[in-house]
């Protein structure tokens, strides 16, 4: 089993960026793939990005609003993933949780992730 902590989030002008983090415990990490979510106020978590499933799918996926601004990322030596946010808008504001899936799982789905991180809050202001 794989332990998830984001770090990362916090407060910044709309233009701005951020790095999200994403470190996993466990000797299993290669095993799994890597996504990310978002939670904003009053809405359902929604798909942001995740990374492509196995030796099969070298390909990233990201939600339409996000494309160009955000790429998703991994260092297996480091037992981490990220999340480079760029260009932030005051709609990116929300929790943003990391999620580990069975590579046979699709990168888009919510339900193929079976392990989450507890949350890091993203706030961007005017």
């Known amino acids: 089993q794989v332990q998830l902590v984001e770090s990362g989030g916090g407060l910044v002008q709309a233009g701005g960026s951020l790095r999200l983090s994403c470190a996993a415990s466990?000797?299993?990490?290669?095993?799994?793939?890597m996504g990310w979510f978002r939670q904003a106020p009053g809405k359902e978590r929604e798909f942001v990005a995740a990374?492509?499933?196995?030796?099969?799918?070298?390909?990233?996926y990201y939600e339409d609003s996000v494309k160009g601004r955000f790429t998703i990322s991994r260092d297996n030596a480091k037992n981490t993933v990220y999340l480079q946010m760029n260009s932030l808008k005051l709609e990116d504001t929300a929790v943003y949780y990391c999620?580990?899936?069975?590579?046979?799982?699709?990168?888009?789905?919510?339900?193929?992730?079976?392990?989450w991180g507890q949350g890091t809050q993203v706030i961007v202001s005017s």
């Open positions: 990374l492509g499933s196995g030796w099969w799918d070298v390909n990233t």
């Open positions: 466990g000797r299993t990490f290669n095993s799994f793939e």
């Open positions: 999620a580990a899936r069975d590579p046979s799982s699709p990168p888009r789905h919510q339900a193929g992730y079976t392990t």
